[in-house]
């Protein structure tokens, strides 16, 4: 998968709590974002980064946050987790972020009871 | 709501038959993007095609855009059973710089 690693790759967790996400990639690309898809909803963008430090909101980012401290991460955190925030995460990267595919990671399964 | 609306939702055919999907979105477009998902795996990039082409090929990929209807087709020629799997399309909007608004997918089942 392009050098993206997802992990976890299928997390458990309860109502309440905190969960981070992380995405690593060895591209060296500078965009990387964070999807959730949900069946009828098709992919949907919760944050995306343009760089070190540089991150912006996508479409559907209440309750989430992110991080990115270095190049090769790039985090997701769901502050307290809630049962509508279950879902399928997958992290994707490409290098100008205009005109260039994404490459997608392999996805964490993510199950908040 | 959804930017990009596939249709049909799902589509059965037999090895060797065409398979058509189409993708219709709202606003004005950079770019428009086709990708493919096989069950419980990542998204995979088929084809880019920008606001100012109409028609691109890739292998036994066809796809079209007309922007006046704003509206693309992906024709998949003598599918195989391979190509079984669910097929997005997924826009660049105007003035969005690198943010791809995805669509919720055409479900495609290929048969022997």
């Known amino acids: 998968d392009a050098g993206i690693t997802q992990s976890p790759r299928h997390k458990v967790t309860e109502t309440g709590t905190p969960v981070t996400l992380r995405c690593h990639q060895t591209?060296?690309?500078?965009?990387m974002y964070w999807y959730r898809q949900d069946p009828g909803h098709g992919l949907r963008l919760i944050h995306y980064?343009?760089?070190?430090?540089?991150?912006d909101k996508g479409e559907v980012s209440d309750g989430y946050s992110v991080s990115r401290s270095k190049t090769e991460d790039f985090l997701l955190t769901l502050e307290s987790a809630t049962s509508s925030q279950t879902s399928v995460y997958f992290c994707?990267?490409?290098?100008?972020?205009?005109?260039?595919?994404?490459?997608f990671g392999s996805g964490t399964q993510l199950s908040v009871l | 709501s959804q930017q990009g609306e596939e249709d049909p939702q799902a589509l059965s055919i037999q090895e060797g038959e065409n398979a058509t999907m189409n993708c219709s979105y709202k606003?004005?477009?950079?770019?428009l993007q086709w990708y493919r998902q096989n069950s419980g795996r990542g998204l995979v990039h088929l084809i880019l095609?920008?606001?100012?082409?109409r028609e691109k090929h890739s292998g036994r990929l066809r796809v079209t855009l007309d922007t006046s209807k704003k509206s693309s087709s992906l024709l998949i020629t003598a599918s195989r059973a391979a190509d079984t799997a669910s097929y997005f399309c997924?826009?660049?909007?105007?003035?969005?710089?690198?943010?791809?608004?995805f669509g919720t997918g055409t479900r495609l089942q290929v048969t022997l």
């Open positions: 994707a990267i490409s290098g100008t972020g205009t005109n260039e595919k994404l490459f």
């Open positions: 591209e060296n690309h500078r965009y």
């Open positions: 980064s343009y760089g070190v430090k540089d991150t």
């Open positions: 606003t004005s477009i950079n770019n």
């Open positions: 095609i920008r606001s100012n082409e």
């Open positions: 997924a826009t660049l909007l105007t003035g969005t710089a690198s943010k791809l608004t």
